[in-house]
């Protein structure tokens, strides 16, 4: 027995150093395997749910649809309101039948037409499938898709003349997908889709691991809104923790770096020569929800008084200092929001800078006071906010630590903020279970609208028993206003009224940032908040 | 001076001298006697910082500014206001690290009080009585030695808590999933002694003069079993903070609202090390390796002084023999 | 005193040196003890899936994940009972226990991948992890193990121990950290993360049925650089990973050959006059491998399941890394999957050990 262990514990040994000999050597020869100016990479800590746009309805999938799969309308570079893509045209030929022109010709990178059947497909098993993880609920004003010859599609709405209808088609669920490679009423796995080719986007995916490395190819085919692809090969690399992507977009091993590096990282960054930052605006938002039955004075609390529970939220309106919260926490990567609607769309206004603190965006404590004890408030209100640390980005600790400061400082409130964990987060804040929240939010399509709705209208996400007539009536009459500039108008008087209720109170709007390679040139951040790989060039 | 005082004094001493860790500094001698101290005296100074933590911290935990009631600002370097330095968030280095070994040891308490005392009593009960019961605790306990712990940890902070990073969450979480994990390894060895003890003649003699199973088990078998528990508790103890600190790295840990935590705090300073600002990885990162380090090195002097083969006999131990170690060193 | 096996390495490594003790004394035969420890993997993996079961049950539900942040309370219910996760716990058990009985692992909720891909993408990524740092532990430990039994209870042992002691107690997100910015930021002379460079990566990815293990992989392609890329890419997380274990076998090593100079043979070498040097390192370290391949056997099944925190550090997308992902995101087909996985590799290993055990000492088979 013993001869025999050892003479294998020597084989070990044998076989370890050769092993070894071989990672010191590896360690000595440092090859730097230099990419061809041909090909850019690209580091990302995003995450791929699926390559199905039926299974997703994350940012990480979506940015990968938005290079490979076309879209009806779809948003040119530089500009928020959408343009038909791969249609020719898009019209209400009655208000409840929005008709879609294709363009002639169109293939997917195999070869298969690209027809309307293609694009009923799309929409009828978005519907179908409803999977939990897909985006089906953006569909909610669509009754059916018929096709009355190859190149028109109509799409029966059940709401008139819905406005937000061409948005809805450059959203998650708009990649028009290939029925002859597509499940029509499962999710389809991703290898099958890569399989398939079953691209017809500005790229095409040639070589494809879930979350670790993607290679695009320019995909000739395309014949869409935005121009053709610069760079012929780009290669993405996920990345699970920030502070790697940092350090190798610093040593060049990745030429951009896009979503998400740390504030920290990124204020470092600007100071490094070998590369740039570019800035973009951005649609993510951060706010705080008031719970209408739980918060102070709240409908189901035992001093119910409305007066009052409006009274509290302006007074934290007036208290909480954004610029503080962006440039300490966030160092400037988030910028201070005043209104519902963030800076960059059609229709933003300002409406609580000049409505609560100093009036020029700072905080008036001195305000507050007044507006509580007009509403015959005395003694401290106390407020027990509540933020979730894994799901809004790593600095909502720092976020909640600094508002409660802010507002313990102010004299008026005694705050505490608690933590959970997102899915018991989840669970509980619909449930009532928190008076005061933190919510984040990331725009499906780039449209007011998409403000608005989700949040005031009945049935919303938010759930927090904000229920406003007037409000509600607003959002449904802008929502079918053809006269862009009437519904404009509609929107800007939906903020101002929304933000004399304060539902919620807007903290802020986050900006797009990439860091690129001196050498890279067109990374365009813009206000479709999509990171379009073709403009990229070096 | 009386005669009671005389008699007084030595028995003071032995029991002074019996006092466990002081026994054992005494019976040591050379390397094994300074790994010991150092590990003694490394471990003593994180009990008094974790007790005295308000006294020597200048600042809360979660304090983000002083009594001028200026914030302290993000990413401060070293200096006279903030000796290590503040944090992303703003708080102070130094107070949280102090903090932070209030947290560590708080957790380790619990966390070797609950596995021990259960790992302890069922290893004497399935190994004292055997039959089913024994054999089904075998099996559970290999298969829960095989879960990872520190997923285990997570599951269990999510469910205790609800997935709240409060203080108590937080604690508990790593003490329990810790407890879950340490069990069984109190169990094997304590099930193991015990089968060996049972077999010897003391026992069996016991059990002639019909002594009751509690007074076998506690007085005979628990004794002699729990000579080889020093290092299991040291690893416990090590592992125990050092769970908390891994699920604070991996965001599921104390909120720094709640307590100092060190995990936390290295996790939040991941950013920073790459962008050249060290004092908030380094300080609580140092916090976790020394005490570690500490507790380790108590354990392994403890174990090897309880380890017939590996004890350097003091001189004047009264052995006759020459040890073997001895002769081997004069050898070589 | 007793000696060897049963007492030595219960400190370090206290699952599975003592078998587990079902077979009855008297019948001890070792085709009976096989037999018996063998049938005992399968109550190890049941318990195990059970647990990992109702553990997940208890902490929420994949959509609400997935989807709370986004639909209306009302809708989130109604796809929750489209799932069927709002069934009798009980039910969803069996139904459970129904599928894994016929082969049957799910798809994961999250990103719809068979749970047999993900164990053989993720877990070959892991493994080749664990070889490299097991690597590293022998190269580390066992030379400086015998060292430090050599020199014993001289300054240069006390110097080795606390070492030992600092390998293994430093966290590997504290130690990764460091290493990362002293050899990737600084020197700049190996890669921060990762497995391999993009284009080598790709390389791999094209190759007809890629093995997951870089280095075959890598090897296969025919490209001079990808061999050295790959094993630069492994240095890093190898000796992070591997320094934890490599305290283990130092200490191991030590108290075990120490234990073995008393052994009469030992005594014996020693008097037909072989030096010491040698007696050490031909002599005494022979018997001090039992307990150290049963620990070899126990720190295998450690590196696999406790990788997470190495992995997350140096972008080593393996089973403990994606485990951790999937809790998070309460993906229960996925965790129970690679649990079960996780739970037959112990098993396995443990029932090996013990085997091994049985050989070399008929005592261990009472």
């Known amino acids: ?538 | ?332 | 005193m007793t000696t060897s096996v049963d007492t030595v390495p219960a400190p370090d490594a206290p699952a599975s040196i003592q078998p587990s003790g079902t077979a009855s004394r008297q019948g001890g035969g070792l085709i009976r003890y096989l037999i018996v420890r063998f049938l005992l993997i399968f109550p190890t993996i049941f318990i195990l899936v059970t647990l990992v079961f109702f553990l997940m049950r208890a902490t929420g539900d994949p959509i609400t994940a997935a989807q709370g942040g986004h639909v209306p309370p009302a809708q989130l219910k109604h796809l929750i009972h489209e799932a069927g996760y709002d069934r009798p716990l009980i039910v969803q058990y069996l139904q459970y226990l129904g599928q894994i009985a016929r082969g049957d692992f799910g798809t994961t909720f999250t990103d719809h991948q068979k749970v047999t891909t993900v164990l053989l993408t993720y877990g070959s990524a892991t493994l080749e992890l664990a070889f490299y740092a097991l690597i590293v532990a022998f190269l580390v430990g066992i030379p400086l193990g015998l060292l430090a039994a050599y020199i014993r209870d001289r300054w240069g042992d006390a110097v080795l121990r606390i070492l030992a002691v600092l390998f293994y107690a430093t966290p590997v997100f504290f130690s990764g950290l460091l290493l990362k910015l002293i050899f990737a930021s600084w020197l700049d002379v190996l890669p921060v993360a990762g497995r391999a460079s993009t284009s080598v990566e790709l390389e791999m990815q094209l190759l007809p049925h890629p093995t997951g293990i870089y280095l075959i992989d890598a090897f296969r392609t025919g490209d001079p650089a990808a061999v050295p890329d790959v094993l630069e890419h492994a240095v890093l997380p190898a000796v992070a990973l591997g320094l934890l274990t490599a305290g283990v076998f130092l200490r191991l090593v030590r108290t075990n050959v120490i234990g073995t100079f008393n052994t009469q043979y030992v005594d014996a070498a020693r008097s037909r006059g072989v030096g010491e040097f040698r007696l050490v390192t031909k002599h005494a370290y022979k018997p001090a491998l039992i307990p150290i391949i049963t620990v070899i056997g126990l720190q295998i099944a450690l590196l696999l399941g406790g990788a997470v925190l190495t992995e997350t550090t140096f972008e080593w997308k393996g089973l403990g890394f994606q485990l951790n992902a999937y809790l998070g995101s309460r993906d229960f087909v996925a965790v129970q999957g690679i649990v079960a996985l996780l739970a037959v590799i112990v098993a396995v290993v443990n029932f090996i050990v013990d085997v091994i055990a049985a050989l070399i000492d008929p005592r261990v088979r009472f």
């Open chain 1, 1 to 538: 027995m013993k001869s025999v262990s050892a003479r294998r514990a020597r084989l070990l040994g044998a076989a370890a150093a050769l092993a070894a000999t071989a990672l010191v050597l590896a360690g000595c020869a440092s090859g730097n395997s230099g990419s061809s100016s041909k090909t850019i990479t690209i580091g990302t800590t995003d995450k791929i749910t699926s390559l199905d746009p039926a299974g997703a309805y994350d940012n990480g999938s979506f940015a990968v649809m938005t290079q490979v799969y076309p879209f009806l309308f779809d948003t040119p570079y530089g500009s928020p309101d959408v343009k038909p893509d791969i249609a020719e045209s898009g019209t209400f030929t009655d208000p409840n039948t929005f008709e879609v022109k294709l363009k002639t010709g169109l293939k997917f990178a195999n070869g298969h037409k690209l027809t309307s059947s293609d694009v009923k497909f799309t929409f009828d098993r978005q519907l179908k499938i409803a999977d939990p993880n897909g985006p089906s609920s953006l569909l909610g004003n669509l009754a059916s898709v018929t096709t009355p010859d190859d190149t028109t599609v109509d799409f029966h709405l059940k709401t008139a003349n819905d406005q937000t209808f061409e948005q809805v088609l450059s959203s998650p669920a708009g990649p028009i997908v290939d029925e002859q490679v597509f499940s029509a009423d499962k999710v389809t796995p991703d290898d099958d889709i890569v399989k398939g080719e079953a691209f017809a986007g500005q790229y095409k995916i040639t070589s494809y691991k879930v979350n670790q490395l993607i290679q695009y190819q320019a995909f000739s085919g395309y014949k869409g809104l935005l121009a053709p692809a610069k760079t012929k090969t780009i290669d993405v690399k996920y990345y699970a923790n920030a502070s790697n992507l940092k350090l190798d977009v610093q040593k060049g091993a990745v030429d951009v770096a896009y979503r998400s590096l740390a504030a920290t990282d990124i204020a470092s960054l600007r100071k490094d020569k070998n590369v740039k930052v570019v800035d973009g605006p951005g649609g993510e938002i951060r706010y705080i929800v008031f719970n209408f039955d739980t918060m102070p004075f709240g409908a189901k609390t035992a001093d119910a008084d409305a007066k009052k529970a409006l009274a509290v939220r302006q007074a934290v309106a007036d208290v909480v200092d954004r610029q503080a919260i962006a440039t300490q926490v966030f160092k400037d990567t988030y910028t201070p929001l005043y209104s519902y609607v963030p800076d960059g769309l059609t229709g933003a206004t300002k409406s609580l800078e000049t409505m609560y603190g100093d009036g020029k965006g700072g905080p008036d404590v001195d305000k507050a006071k007044a507006t509580l004890a007009a509403a015959g408030i005395t003694g401290k209100v106390k407020l027990n906010i509540q933020f979730t640390t894994d799901h809004y980005g790593p600095s909502s600790q720092d976020e909640y630590d600094l508002i409660v400061d802010q507002l313990n400082k102010s004299g008026l409130f005694t705050a505490t903020d608690d933590s959970t964990e997102y899915v018991q987060y989840s669970k509980d804040r619909v449930n009532d279970v928190y008076p005061e929240y933190q919510l984040g939010w990331f725009p499906d399509y780039s449209d007011a609208d998409n403000y608005l709705t989700p949040f005031f209208s009945k049935d919303n996400f938010v759930a927090n028993h904000y229920d406003d007539a007037e409000v509600q009536k607003l959002i449904t009459e802008e929502i079918g206003t053809t006269d862009s500039d009437a519904r404009t108008k509609l929107i800007e008087e939906i903020q101002d009224k929304v933000a004399a209720e304060l539902p919620t109170l807007p903290l802020l709007q986050g900006s797009q940032v990439a860091v690129v390679g001196k050498d890279v040139k067109g990374a365009t951040l813009d206000a479709s908040f999509k990171f379009r790989y073709a403009t990229l060039s070096k």
């Open chain 2, 1 to 332: 001076m009386s005669t009671a005082s005389v008699l007084a004094q030595p028995r003071k001493r032995s029991l002074l001298r019996r006092l466990p860790i002081v026994a054992q500094l005494n019976q040591s001698v050379g390397v094994q006697r300074f790994m010991l101290l150092t590990g003694v005296i490394i471990t003593s100074v994180y009990v008094l910082v974790a007790i005295f933590a308000d006294v020597i911290a200048p600042y809360s935990y979660s304090a983000l500014s002083g009594a001028d009631g200026r914030n302290f600002g993000s990413q401060q370097p070293p200096g006279a206001a903030h000796l290590w330095g503040t944090t992303v968030g703003g708080l102070d280095v130094f107070s949280r690290t102090i903090y932070g070994a209030r947290t560590a040891l708080i957790v380790v308490v619990v966390a070797v009080v609950l596995s021990m005392v259960i790992g302890v009593l069922l290893g004497l009960l399935s190994g004292y009585f055997g039959g089913p019961l024994d054999r089904v605790l075998v099996v559970i306990c290999d298969a829960i030695y095989a879960f990872p712990s520190l997923l285990l940890a997570i599951v269990i902070s999510i469910m205790i808590s609800g997935g709240q990073s409060t203080f108590w969450s937080g604690i508990l979480s790593a003490a329990f999933s810790i407890t879950v994990v340490y069990v069984p390894q109190y169990f094997r060895v304590v099930r193991a002694e015990v089968v060996r003890v049972k077999a010897e003649a003391f026992v069996e003699s016991a059990k002639v003069i019909g002594a009751r199973h509690s007074r076998i088990l506690f007085r005979h078998v628990l004794r002699n079993s729990i000579r080889t528990l020093p290092l299991i508790i040291t690893l416990n103890a090590t592992e125990a903070f050092e769970t908390l600190a891994g699920l604070g790295f991996l965001g599921f840990g104390i909120a720094p609202s709640a307590a100092g935590e060190w995990g936390y705090d290295l996790q939040k300073a991941l950013a920073d090390v790459t962008s050249g600002i060290w004092w908030t990885a380094l300080f609580p990162g140092l916090a976790i390796v020394f005490l570690a380090l500490g507790i380790s090195l108590m354990g392994e002097s403890l174990n090897d002084l309880a380890d017939p083969r590996l004890r350097r006999r003091q001189a004047d131990a009264g052995e006759s023999a020459v040890p073997a170690e001895t002769v081997v060193e004069a050898q070589s």
